[in-house]
């Protein structure tokens, strides 16, 4: 009975770990979290749980029967990877501290697997821009965690702005816990919409679900009468203490702000998102192979590394079908078996819908033409844009590892998950850099107490 171990407890890791258990492998699903469901199933604790739970969630009946199937394999919550040691020809060793991530004597355990599946999923981006820091200015994310997690609302008069679909949700998830929402901006203009979703558009009929998805949205924004704007972008944050208002504006296809747009709205928080990040640190101290920071997998969701699969966000970011079907798949391999049929197709399906998602909302250049050289980019470091440009220009540096030692941008306690991508693609300059996508690599994924560290025995293997 082969040992498959997953790591992410997310709607592709769950699917893995149940996939592999089927076919009669022995199962650990590690989840950092306090229960399994990931960002999109984040839920009340069971103690608080609400009738409403499946108003704030799509697939909801879906996650129950996942998580009571989940009951016949030993599933880690709490469970935080920290590192994996490359072991040649097999799968890596993983290293998991198990209790609160600030908690103290946290249990050490240490899996040899048959099989890993790494299914971290990604995390948000977003873009900065003059007044980001304020207090009042949260990740589209946050506010949907909040919402979901808590049902908090993270102001009174938001403004939500950014690009992708993942906006939508967030709307409705703010309106269901009383807050007032100003208005949407999708930085995507008419022009990258119309070439992401307008051509073939036939061919979206085999994502139906996406479309009735989609329709629950429009009529949340039309009965709430929320406008939803095109082709604009915040620009600048304003407060003392907190925001008290943004600067808004016209972008041009390139996402440049187009002069004479501006005009100025009072709000009391703002939700940003542009996208998202896979989060690859694991599987890139795996060893895996990845390609613009999305790792590389064959029809198996087999990675470049033996016995190591990967489903998921980390990928392509694809939402929640497309993580499904991968994770059926990437789990009925790890445990020997060929892929389902169905899971293959419906895989093949949503990887066309995640490049069309690519296409209409994919970030564009003129971003940078936002931030001034007093915004702050590493917000762990307070290193400016000013500072980033500057350095780059006088040391003449194509190194990003020069230029975080130079700057420390990047090197605070996130270790660049929030500031990474704007860090390289501010810095990169006409000639780019010689090693871009270094700030996904992280041998210490999470933070470990130097007590921690110095109480674990090593291992004589």
Request: contains cysteine; aromatic residues 4%.
């Amino acid at each position: 009975m082969p040992e498959v171990v997953v790591i992410g407890g997310g709607p592709a890791g769950m699917a893995a770990a149940l996939a592999a258990h089927r076919r009669g492998a022995r199962v650990v699903l590690i989840e950092a979290s306090d229960d399994v469901g990931g960002q999109y199933w984040r839920h009340l604790p069971a103690a608080r749980a609400t009738a409403d739970e499946h108003e704030l969630h799509h697939g909801w009946n879906r996650f129950q029967t996942f998580r009571n199937a989940l009951r016949d394999i030993e599933v880690v919550c709490d469970g935080h990877v920290w590192s994996v040691d490359r072991r040649d020809g097999r799968p890596p060793r993983v290293h998991v501290l198990v209790g609160p991530a600030d908690g103290q004597r946290r249990e050490a355990r240490t899996f040899e697997p048959d099989a890993l599946v790494i299914a971290t999923g990604a995390h948000e981006r977003t873009l900065p821009f003059p007044g980001w820091d304020l207090p009042g200015v949260y990740t589209a994310g946050a506010a949907q965690a909040l919402a979901k997690g808590e049902r908090v609302a993270v102001g009174r008069n938001v403004l939500v702005a950014g690009s992708g679909p993942f906006l939508l949700p967030v709307v409705s998830s703010l309106i269901r816990t009383g807050a007032r929402v100003a208005g949407v901006l999708e930085a995507a203009g008419p022009v990258q919409l119309a070439r992401g979703w307008g051509s073939k558009p036939w061919r979206l009929a085999k994502a139906g679900a996406k479309g009735a998805e989609l329709a629950g949205y429009v009529r949340d924004l039309a009965r709430h009468r929320v406008p939803y704007r095109t082709g604009r972008a915040v620009v600048a944050a304003h407060g003392t203490d907190r925001v008290e208002s943004v600067t808004i504006s016209r972008l041009d296809g390139n996402w440049s702000p187009i002069p004479g747009t501006d005009s100025r709205i009072a709000v009391d928080a703002v939700c940003v998102s542009h996208g998202f990040v896979p989060r690859s640190e694991l599987a890139i101290a795996a060893g895996c192979r990845a390609t613009n920071g999305i790792v590389d997998v064959d029809g198996n969701q087999l990675t470049s590394v033996p016995g190591v699969f990967s489903a998921g966000e980390l990928t392509g970011i694809g939402g929640v079908d497309l993580a499904l079907a991968e994770g059926e798949i990437a789990g009925a391999a790890a445990a020997g078996y060929a892929p389902p049929p169905a899971a293959a197709r419906a895989r093949d399906t949503f990887r066309e819908f995640a490049k069309r998602l690519e296409t209409a909302h994919g970030i564009r250049p003129g971003w940078q033409s936002w931030v001034d050289d007093s915004t702050l980019v590493c917000r762990c470091e307070d290193v400016t844009a000013g500072e980033l440009r500057a350095t780059a220009a006088m040391t003449g540096t194509r190194g990003l590892r020069s230029l975080k030692l130079t700057t420390r941008a990047g090197l605070g306690i996130c270790q660049g998950r929030t500031c990474g991508r704007a860090v390289e693609e501010l810095a990169a300059g006409p000639a780019g850099l010689l090693d871009a996508g270094r700030t996904a690599h992280r041998p210490i994924a999470t933070p470990v107490r130097l007590g921690e560290l110095a109480s674990l025995r090593e291992d004589p293997s």
